[in-house]
């Protein structure tokens, strides 16, 4: 079997994009910018100044057009700057990095990735999530590459909100527990193996070093945790997903925490506007190790919770069990823990669940 690996390259620090004209220029002159409405205005002035000392040629920005949707991309395709470039630059959270990738995909252009938040690992993906024009779901869209090149820099990620880094953490420690669990007891081929062992980091790292980065966010003053945090977040993650996903499976990397996001999501009334991604992967973890019975993992991880105050009991989440059994059911029929090492049961829920209130009542 022949197959290939791409990974994204990446520049960190407090003047990465001073390496634009040296990384970026083998590729062409011309420059459009793929924009959101936020991040770009924090990123702009540094921007500004290291396009103006390249060789490069930029062209106004263009807006990505407010979600990750083909039919955005269908548009941004008749943009004149786009036509005219020879390459893109996409600036800003992931759906706007996403867009910037799909496009680039499709038009075989190459991309650069500019991340103005550090919420996941879309700046160093070879996946874009794609979503209905009303803002729902529609799939992941598995790319050829990643961006050719990350440009992480930590002026324009520490002075974003620290909502952002919040929800980024609950997201990456889910990535060890459900690639280790999916994969166990596994022959793995090379990829697969690399993939889960890196995985480890992603709650290591955050683990030792969230609480102070968000810290550093708070005061907008960049630490050594605030910069171990974001790579882990953006770049360790990247690369788990890229090398266990290699054959388009979600089957390595996602699992019981993503099922009971997408359950909770779904259950009328509940808020997605109010909680973010990530704050509902990181609670859907604690299930997880509880279904899984990893006590020691549990505890390490309910600590972490409390300390950054990620939820850790449903009613941070606006949500009761009673109101929730009902949709268990629905848990057991989801593709994100159709790769199991064990069937998990309506039972299997309801003790967890009911567990982890007990040990909030005993805890708080």
Not at 225 to 247: G, K, N, P, R, Y
Request: with cysteine.
């Amino acid at each position: 079997m022949t197959y290939s690996v791409n990974l994204s390259n990446y520049t960190v620090g407090e003047s990465s994009y001073d390496e634009i004209d040296h990384i970026c220029s083998p590729y062409g002159r011309n420059v459009v910018l793929i924009v959101g409405d936020h991040g770009y205005g924090q990123a702009k002035k540094y921007l500004d100044e290291a396009l103006k000392n390249s060789r490069l040629a930029v062209e106004k920005p263009v807006h990505f057009g407010g979600e990750c949707t083909f039919e955005n991309v269908e548009r941004l395709k008749n943009e004149t700057a786009v036509k005219n470039a020879d390459m893109i630059f996409a600036i800003g959270g992931g759906r706007v990095l996403d867009t910037g990738k799909c496009l680039g995909d499709q038009l075989g252009k190459p991309v650069f990735s500019f991340p103005t938040i550090a919420s996941n690992c879309a700046a160093c993906t070879s996946v874009s999530i794609m979503y209905q024009p009303d803002g729902s779901f529609l799939k992941p869209e598995f790319l050829t590459d990643p961006p050719k090149h990350a440009f992480i820099d930590i002026r324009v990620l520490v002075a974003a909100p620290v909502k952002y880094l919040w929800a980024g953490l609950g997201d990456t420690y889910a990535k060890y527990y459900e690639a280790t669990i999916s994969s166990r007891g596994e022959a793995l081929n090379h990829s697969l193996t690399l993939g889960v062992h890196i995985s480890r980091q992603c709650a290591d790292g955050v683990i030792r070093h969230g609480q102070g980065a968000l810290a550093a966010n708070e005061a907008k003053i960049a630490n050594e945790d605030f910069e171990q945090t974001i790579l882990t977040i953006i770049v360790t993650t990247a690369l788990v997903s890229i090398l266990v996903t290699l054959d388009h499976s979600p089957d390595y990397n996602s699992g019981l925490a993503h099922a009971i996001y997408y359950l909770l999501t779904s259950v009328p009334g509940f808020d997605e506007e109010k909680h973010l991604h990530g704050e509902i992967v990181g609670f859907g973890v604690l299930i997880l190790l509880l279904v899984d019975q990893q006590r020691a993992e549990f505890e390490r991880v309910y600590r972490f919770n409390c300390e950054t105050k990620l939820p850790h009991s449903l009613a941070e989440l606006d949500l009761n069990l009673a109101t929730l059994e009902p949709y268990f059911e629905t848990i057991t029929e989801m593709a994100d823990i159709r790769h199991n090492p064990y069937v998990i049961t309506v039972d299997l829920l309801k003790a967890a669940f009911a567990e982890l209130e007990t040990i909030n009542k005993i805890k708080n």
